[in-house]
């Protein structure tokens, strides 16, 4: 992926991955060729064995705008008489959506660095992420109910109330209200809130204490997490526990561990 797409994919030595919201002069809005690159970009980080973590980003000002209301496809929305049917409009849906599908079903944690505003469906590429760091440029909204849509798109009555709790998601998302960034850290929706020039080195900073673990227990933590929060029982979570427990404790990767922690000891 080069410069000039709309979504920018580099690959770290230290086993991070960055991905990149490439449109600046639109705030990273959303379109369909932004949606493709952006399935692509996650799809590579998928089928890397070295990354270790992911950092999802946005160029410029931004981090993204949601829905491109300037775009071809909103103006097509806009019309009395819409050229595109329903079955049609509902298959764009679906694939906007499954991008957070896509993003959840990475194997390392992911890492959204919100730059600035971070809106509808941006809002929700935020969401997906495993852990959000924030500089004090940032902003949230769930846009959609003020231009007649439904606040629920991408995800995000599924995670918002699971992250700030269910009466909190109720009120951004029928007032679509825009919350700033201290608010947000203060609901518990940002893990760590920096100066915006501090933003990036904050994000690769907790993105190298992540993959500085051992990669096989920060991915079956990542599984028990993601299962631990819609676990039908804690007996059912302490089976799974019990079991990836097991599983990891066959790996070389615990003795390695260990030896390492010996040695620090022994200095």
């Known amino acids: 992926m080069g410069p000039n797409d709309t979504v920018v994919l580099e690959r770290r030595a230290d086993g991070v991955r960055l991905i990149t919201?490439?449109?600046?002069?639109?705030?990273?809005?959303?379109?369909?060729?932004?949606?493709?690159d952006l399935h692509d970009a996650l799809e590579e980080v998928v089928r890397d064995d070295a990354a270790r973590a992911v950092i999802l980003t946005g160029a410029g000002r931004?981090?993204?705008?949601?829905?491109?209301?300037?775009?071809?496809?909103?103006?097509?929305?806009?019309?009395?008489?819409?050229?595109?049917?329903?079955?049609?409009?509902y298959k764009d849906q679906r694939r906007w959506a499954d991008?957070?599908?896509?993003?959840?079903?990475?194997?390392?944690?992911?890492?959204?660095?919100?730059?600035?505003?971070?809106?509808?469906?941006?809002?929700?590429?935020?969401?997906?992420?495993?852990?959000?760091?924030?500089?004090t440029a940032a902003s949230f909204l769930v846009a959609n109910v003020k231009i007649g849509l439904s606040g629920g798109e991408m995800?995000?009555?599924?995670?918002l109330p699971r992250v700030v709790g269910s009466g909190r998601a109720a009120e951004l998302t029928l007032t679509g209200r825009k919350i700033g960034a201290e608010e947000a850290e203060r609901w518990g929706l940002v893990n760590r809130l920096v100066e915006p020039d501090e933003l990036m080195p904050a994000a690769y900073a907790l993105a190298a204490e992540i993959a500085a673990n051992p990669p096989f227990a920060v991915r079956l933590t990542k599984e028990m997490i993601l299962f631990g929060v819609d676990a039908p029982s804690l007996e059912a979570t302490q089976i799974l526990e019990n079991r990836t427990q097991s599983l990891a404790?066959?790996?070389?990767?615990i003795a390695e561990a260990i030896e390492r922690f010996r040695s620090k000891g022994a200095q």
Do not use: W
């Open 62 to 89: 931004g981090f993204c705008a949601g829905f491109d209301l300037k775009s071809d496809m909103a103006t097509d929305a806009a019309r009395a008489e819409r050229e595109t049917s329903i079955p049609a409009a």
């Open 155 to 159: 995800g995000i009555t599924y995670f």
């Open 249 to 253: 404790g066959q790996t070389n990767e």
């Open 21 to 36: 919201l490439n449109r600046p002069d639109r705030l990273n809005a959303i379109t369909n060729e932004l949606v493709e």
């Open 99 to 135: 991008l957070i599908t896509h993003i959840r079903s990475v194997r390392v944690p992911v890492i959204a660095a919100v730059n600035g505003p971070a809106a509808g469906g941006g809002f929700a590429l935020s969401l997906a992420c495993d852990l959000r760091v924030a500089s």
